[in-house]
């Protein structure tokens, strides 16, 4: 896995991405964290075999939503620089579903302490 920056306008949702309902919930929620705070966690990718010079987002689907958002609302450049794990795994589906389901929300306790 390589660490790149890879233009906003060359990534792609991928089909391979295991999260496939509610894709859609608090993308600006999630952009105005984004755009407070940067992209905390990079996306993962794979070169797009179906499109050339493009990558597709396995990990990070509402994440590159965010950041589309984003430049709509013209906050962001359409081609800005996004940092991506470019991966070359032909199991993108298996990252997804590990990345969606391997995490742990704070315990409530911790987040009242956090926001006080």
Do not use: W, Y
């Not at 660490?3 to 309902?21: D, F, G, Q, V, W």
């Not at 992209?39 to 070169?47: C, D, G």
């Not at 958002?69 to 794990?85: F, M, Q």
């Amino acid at each position: 896995m390589n660490i790149e920056m890879i233009p906003l306008n060359k990534l792609i949702p991928s089909p391979a991405n295991a999260r496939k309902t509610g894709t859609g919930i608090a993308i600006e929620e999630l952009a105005a964290s984004i755009a407070a705070h940067e992209l905390l966690q990079n996306l993962q990718v794979r070169p797009a075999r179906a499109k050339p010079g493009k990558f597709e987002v396995t990990v990070g689907g509402r994440r590159l939503a965010a950041l589309r958002l984003l430049v709509k609302e013209k906050k962001l450049a359409k081609d800005a620089d996004i940092p991506c794990n470019l991966r070359d795994d032909n199991d993108a589906g298996e990252t997804s579903l590990a990345e969606n389901i391997m995490r742990e929300p704070m315990h409530p306790a911790d987040q009242f302490d956090a926001f006080s």
